[in-house]
């Protein structure tokens, strides 16, 4: 290792005389030149020339020989250059005033964007702050965009092609929306890289809970696959952070998503990648809470173990860290003093252990803090105030709407922005308490909320798609587009170059192919420093739509009103498996009583009944009435917060085979939010091992609303299908390999085929094989859990071999599915069903790794290939949370559908399609589905608002505005 390029204090090269001047002048010069070149601590190549001429004067009758002290004049001369950029304070790159970017390559030609509706990210002039922060001023504005060495250049009405270079390349945007390339501040690119292997995470240096001094870049892979889909989301710039391990995780690096000569750059390297090559701002990450005490925590060996060590972990390392910053200026004083560097008796100090840290110190780093809980919080806020470092950002940061006084006590002026999901929760105790509202709740107090994707903890190609949900959740439309542009642009200090759409700006530009803050927007093409990223970008034929500025939802109670007997009015359309004809074309009602639909339609005489009768008359805004919503593949009904096992029925394990219905836990969080999107029912099978998307057993139908298993109707189906899990993470114990698990179950199956024929009596305490005999016979179906084509290829000769042998046919379902599309017309010539699970699902791991992450990489996803050949497809939940999604992903079938697949049909994708793939109801109670429905304020495959869900229970909860 060459010592000197890697110790960050070193300023490797000899002052040189010419570029002596007195140091206030030098400063400014500096400063007016923009030259930021030296600032990088870890790379400083240009640290020599700043040495005070009277010291150097003093040394130089020695040259570069000892000082009185024996001390080497080069190398203290190289110190005391060292001083001043230890002193520098850290500023915003400058933006406007550049003739080009920094990273702009010779021999791109400028780019002529004609007939944009360009969303600047800035009100119109004249717009005061806080009429602003209201959002008026804002709006789509028709524009066209001339892109120039790297830079925004113009932005105008109408930019005539006479008056750009000849060479110029014209993009017709044909009046389809413009913003700036969005910024995710949290992701994991690069360092996580996809799929998962042990081999390429490079996630969290793990040596020790505190690790300031390793950097995201030394371990950020260029050609992480990922990096790629990111960018087809219209994502241009990311945060890439170490992980949250740590209580000090590390330094982190700002990238673009260009990578190498293919995505038009120099060459394939992650320096090449840094947004800003000058490195103004250095980054760093901390965690609180959880993850520390859990990773490192041994008792009566090792700390922390609790939140209160992992404050002494925080305050003991700010302690060293200071320690050194003022070693360090005691020693620049005096060798700036009298005396000059002949005085001192030592070379500067260094360490480089804490030299990130003291940084921070210095206020030359931008701080992100993995922080969850109220305690969690008011700690870090404390620390920053005692030891006076600046907070850009909680990241995670669930708890943060109920105190954001705490946030606005923390040390330096802005308080921290909140970068977090929208409805990704759940997971940890820590997660457990959050509200959907969150991001409207900040907003209101005069916090900033930032949507992050965590990636791959949720894949940072659907970034926008955080920031639609948080507008669904009542965050304005500008500050929804400003989370994921400009507010992540401003904390990160790219406030003058990223995150607009302006002249000065980095040409960092997305042209979608509808409203960004609509399901399933997509990309059609994207530009980093004004070059186009995709050379053959699939567009998906859709209508670009009005471009206005939506309102956001209204404000809803937490709680619901339960009422028996209810009107509503204003009905649009409704969406149920059988037509409701001679509706009006707008304004329906729909009548319920005793918690069950009595009319639909003009419904005059209940209307009458109503008036008469004091039974409340609820009148909706574009109102929509479906069937309720089915989640399949979830635990929720088992598990209340994922990694607490008090709260979970826990992991079954291969050999052992449970049934959901003896572990039917209800009235939880996930439960009660299920049911208030609309999810009336779930279909919950046991967990084979801690993973998500893990089932083993049968699983059980129960009604969300239910408050415990006992009530009227609670469980419809006891028994609704058998589970077993074919995935990399089923293979453990018993079933070491994906084919040991395939034969052992093919053995169960033909032990269960082979009593059928022989009429041979199952002892009922068999419950497994009491249960496989009924899915040998067809009644109960199969549900396999599987990503891998190879995998569902191998369901596919199980399904046959076992058919063959037991003369009847199974009904099987693959849940999961993520390369079924591989293998569409396979399955359904086999008439396997799939349930895709996520719905959204990418190539996180082996086993999905040629996953289709859709448009504008690839023609379609899983979803539009499996329904073209006809096989019959359900929307799932592989995380918990996802539930609360469920009407969204049906909406982004449809929408990017290219108008195959209808309404109807999308909606059925997540209610009576699940329903009939399972061929729920043979074993049900009569009439189970009945008073189960869902009424909405706006379409609910465009994000509409849920008004009132009828849970199957004999009333309907209505949610109020407040
Ligand atoms: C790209 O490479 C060329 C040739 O090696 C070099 O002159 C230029 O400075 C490089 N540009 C950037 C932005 O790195
Ligand atoms: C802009 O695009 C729209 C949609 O394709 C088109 O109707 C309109 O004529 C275009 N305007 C100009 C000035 O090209
Ligand atoms: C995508 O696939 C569909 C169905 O095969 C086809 O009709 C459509 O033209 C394709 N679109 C593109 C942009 O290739
Ligand atoms: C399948 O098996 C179950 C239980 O053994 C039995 O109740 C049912 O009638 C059988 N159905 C068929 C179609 O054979």
């Known amino acids: 290792m060459d010592t000197k390029n890697n110790i960050p204090y070193s300023a490797p090269e000899p002052p040189r005389p010419w570029r002596q001047r007195p140091r206030r002048s030098r400063g400014l010069r500096f400063l007016t030149l923009g030259c930021l070149c030296f600032i990088a601590f870890a790379q400083w190549k240009q640290l020599s020339h700043q040495s005070s001429d009277a010291h150097v004067d003093e040394a130089s009758p020695l040259g570069h020989g000892l000082t009185q002290h024996g001390l080497s004049v080069k190398q203290l001369r190289e110190d005391l250059a060292t001083c001043a950029a230890l002193r520098r304070k850290a500023r915003d790159p400058v933006g406007a005033g550049r003739e080009r970017n920094a990273r702009y390559i010779d021999g791109h030609a400028p780019t002529l964007i004609k007939n944009a509706t360009v969303w600047t990210g800035e009100p119109v002039p004249g717009t005061s702050p806080e009429a602003a922060r209201r959002g008026e001023g804002f709006r789509w504005t028709p524009a066209d965009v001339y892109l120039e060495h790297g830079l925004i250049k113009r932005v105008e009405a109408s930019i005539d092609a006479s008056t750009v270079p000849p060479d110029t390349i014209v993009f017709h945007a044909r009046g389809r929306p413009l913003t700036a390339g969005l910024i995710d501040m949290h992701s994991h690119a690069g360092v996580s890289t996809l799929p998962e292997l042990w081999g390429t995470d490079d996630t969290n240096e793990m040596a020790s809970d505190t690790t300031p001094y390793v950097r995201s870049i030394d371990g950020l892979n260029p050609r992480d696959p990922q990096i790629q889909a990111i960018k087809s989301g219209g994502v241009t710039t990311s945060l ?171 040390y330096g002026g802005r308080p921290p922005a909140v970068a977090m999901f929208a409805n990704t929760m759940w997971y940890k105790a820590e997660a457990s308490v959050a509200s959907v509202q969150a991001g409207r709740i900040l907003h209101d107090n005069g916090l900033t909320p930032v949507y992050v994707s965590d990636n791959p903890v949720l894949n940072a190609q659907h970034l926008v798609f955080e920031a639609a949900k948080a507008h669904r959740y009542g965050l304005p439309y500008h500050a929804a587009l400003a989370s994921v542009t400009s507010a992540p642009a401003e904390h990160l200090g790219f406030g003058n170059r990223l995150g607009k759409v302006k002249a000065g700006f980095d040409a960092d530009v997305v042209v979608w192919d509808s409203d960004p803050l609509s399901l399933g927007a997509a990309p059609v093409q994207v530009w980093i420093d004004g070059t186009a990223q995709f050379r053959d970008p699939v567009e998906l034929k859709k209508p670009v739509g009005d471009l206005g500025v939506p309102e ?34 707008s304004n329906n009602a729909v009548a319920v009583s005793q918690g069950k639909i009595t009319c639909v339609g003009a419904c005059a005489r209940e209307l009458e009944a109503a008036s008469r009768s004091n039974i409340p008359v609820i009148h909706l805004r574009n109102g929509y009435v479906t069937e309720s919503i089915t989640a399949f593949g979830s635990k929720i009904g088992l598990s209340a917060i994922d990694a607490e096992k008090d709260t979970d029925n826990g992991p079954s394990g291969w050999s052992v085979f449970t049934r959901a219905a003896d572990g039917l836990a209800l009235d939880t969080i996930k439960t009660n939010a299920s049911h208030a999107h609309g999810v009336t029912r779930a279909v919950t099978a046991p967990r084979l091992s801690s993973h998500d998307g893990t089932h083993h057993g049968s699983s059980v139908g129960f009604l969300t609303a239910a408050r415990t298993p006992l009530d009227k109707g609670a469980v419809f189906a006891s028994d609704a299908a058998v589970h077993y899990t074919l995935t990399t993470s089923a293979k453990s114990g018993e079933t070491p390999s994906i084919a040991s698990i395939i034969g052992a179950l093919r053995a169960k199956l033909l032990t269960a085929a082979a009593s059928l024929t022989s009429k041979k009596e199952v002892s009922p305490a068999d419950v497994e094989q009491a249960l496989l005999r009924r899915v040998v016979n067809g009644t109960l179906p199969l549900v396999l859990t599987a990503h891998s084509a190879d995998t569902i290829a191998a369901v596919v000769q199980l399904k046959r071999s076992v058919e063959a042998s037991a003369g009847t046919s199974l009904r099987v379902v693959v849940l999961g599915g993520a390369e079924s599309h591989l293998v569409a017309d396979e399955l359904a010539a086999a008439d396997v069903g799939v349930v895709l699970a996520p719905a959204l699902t990418f190539p996180s791991t082996w086993d999905r790794r040629r996953a289709l992450v859709g448009a504008p990489l690839t023609n379609g996803t899983a979803a539009d290939a499996l329904l073209r050949a006809g096989v019959k497809v359900g929307l799932g939940v592989e995380e918990d949370w996802q539930a609360l999604d469920l009407g969204l992903y049906a909406g982004w079938v449809w929408r990017n559908g290219e108008g195959r697949v209808a309404e109807k049909e999308a909606w059925g994708l997540v209610s009576w399609g699940i329903d009939e793939l399972l061929g729920l109801g043979q074993d049900a109670v009569p009439g189970w589905r009945e008073g189960q429905f869902v009424v909405w304020e706006g379409s609910p495959l465009q994000g509409g608002t849920v008004k009132a869900v009828g849970g199957g229970r004999g009333w309907v909860d209505v949610w109020e505005e407040v």
Request: with cysteine; proline share 5%; aromatic share 8%.
């Open 240 to 410: 890439i952070l170490p992980g949250s391990a740590n209580n000090m995780g590390g330094e982190a690096f700002v990238v673009k998503h260009a990578v190498g000569r293919p995505d038009g750059r120099n060459e394939t390297s992650a320096q090449d990648m840094l947004a800003d090559p000058d490195r103004a701002w250095r980054y760093m990450k901390m965690a609180c809470g959880e993850n520390p005490k859990r990773v490192y925590g041994r008792v009566g060996k090792q700390g922390p173990t609790s939140r209160m060590g992992e404050s002494w972990e925080f305050r003991h390392a700010f302690e060293q860290a200071a320690e050194l910053k003022r070693r360090q200026e005691d020693w620049c004083a005096k060798a700036e003093g009298k005396g000059g560097i002949q005085k001192v008796k030592d070379y500067l100090p260094r360490e480089l252990k804490w030299e990130s840290l003291r940084a921070l110190l210095a206020g030359q780093v931008k701080l992100h803090v993995h922080c969850y809980t109220v305690p969690d919080l008011e700690a870090m806020v404390a620390h920053s105030n005692e030891f006076h470092f600046r907070i850009e950002a909680f990241h995670h940061a669930h708890q943060t709407y109920l105190v954001p006084e705490i946030l606005k006590r923390a």
């Open 552 to 585: 956001a939802a209204p404000r809803m109670a937490e709680e619901p009103v339960a009422k028996a007997d209810v009107v509503f009015t204003g009905v649009k359309k409704v969406l149920f498996k059988k037509d409701v004809h001679g509706l009006s074309p």
